[in-house]
Antibody
Framework: QVQLVESGGGLVKPGGSLRLSCAASGFNFGAYYMTWIRQAPGKGLEWVSYISASGSTISYADSVKGRFTISRDNAENSLYLQMNSLRAEDTAVYYC???????????????WGRGSLVTVSS | QSALTQPASVSGSPGQSITISCIGTSSDIGGSNYVSWYQQHPGKAPQLIIYDLNNRPSGVSSRFSGSKSGNTASLTISGLQAEDEADYYCSSYTINSGVFGGGTKLTVL
């Protein structure tokens, strides 16, 4: 079935780095825009970054620009988020999510992973 | 991009109808038909329940409906059931980006 599974979260010190992965299955991964969305404990959803189906178009929220890097490997059906210079305020559950319709991005995310918790603390 | 404005909480009794508002601007909700709503139960990932203003994905109950007037989108849940108790988030597409609402906690009394 259609599925996204995140991994790579954990506890990291301020200023440290972490790489999240999102393994996709059950659909033509290479045809979909993918996003990372995070949720701080007890807070709402915050868009982090998106990448086009081919990887040629990328965008970041201002809060992570210059520190986070999104990438994808369509041959491996995988999405990644490299997070550097981590801060306490980056503590959150990070979800990868798929845009509903292939080859488009209209902020309709119909498939979500279960999330990966990132905790930034000394 | 500022977050869309939602009430922090709403409540209703089983069988009643409730409406959750989502206030944006002409740059997002007012200028877009790509408004979506998500339901999130505690400890779970969000689930898409309304997209493109008033369309439901397969498997989502017809008790959920969406609408828009000007810069405000609304989610209506009719015939409230206990399992509807959850957090609800609106979102809107803007040019080359998008924005979420702050979320609304629905309590079924």
């Amino acid at each position: 079935q259609v599925q996204l599974v995140e991994s790579g979260g954990g506890l990291v010190k301020p200023g440290g780095s972490l790489r999240l992965s999102c393994a996709a299955s059950g659909f033509n991964f290479g045809a979909y825009y993918m996003t990372w969305i995070r949720q701080a404990p007890g807070k709402g959803l915050e868009w982090v970054s998106y990448i086009s189906a081919s990887g040629s178009t990328i965008s970041y929220a201002d809060s992570v620009k210059g520190r986070f890097t999104i990438s994808r490997d369509n041959a491996e059906n995988s999405l990644y988020l490299q997070m550097n210079s981590l801060r306490a305020e980056d503590t959150a559950v990070y979800y990868c999510a798929r845009e509903k319709v292939s080859w488009s991005l209209f902020w309709r995310f119909d498939v979500w992973g279960r999330g990966s918790l990132v905790t930034v603390s000394s | 991009q500022s977050a869309l404005t939602q009430p922090a909480s709403v409540s209703g009794s089983p069988g009643q109808s409730i409406t959750i508002s989502c206030i944006g601007t002409s740059s997002d909700i007012g200028g877009s038909n790509y408004v979506s709503w998500y339901q999130q139960h505690p400890g779970k990932a969000p689930q898409l329940i309304i997209y493109d203003l008033n369309n439901r994905p397969s498997g989502v109950s017809s008790r959920f409906s969406g609408s828009k007037s000007g810069n405000t989108a609304s989610l209506t849940i009719s015939g409230l059931q206990a399992e509807d108790e959850a957090d609800y988030y609106c979102s809107s597409y803007t040019i080359n980006s998008g924005v979420f609402g702050g979320g609304t906690k629905l309590t079924v009394l």
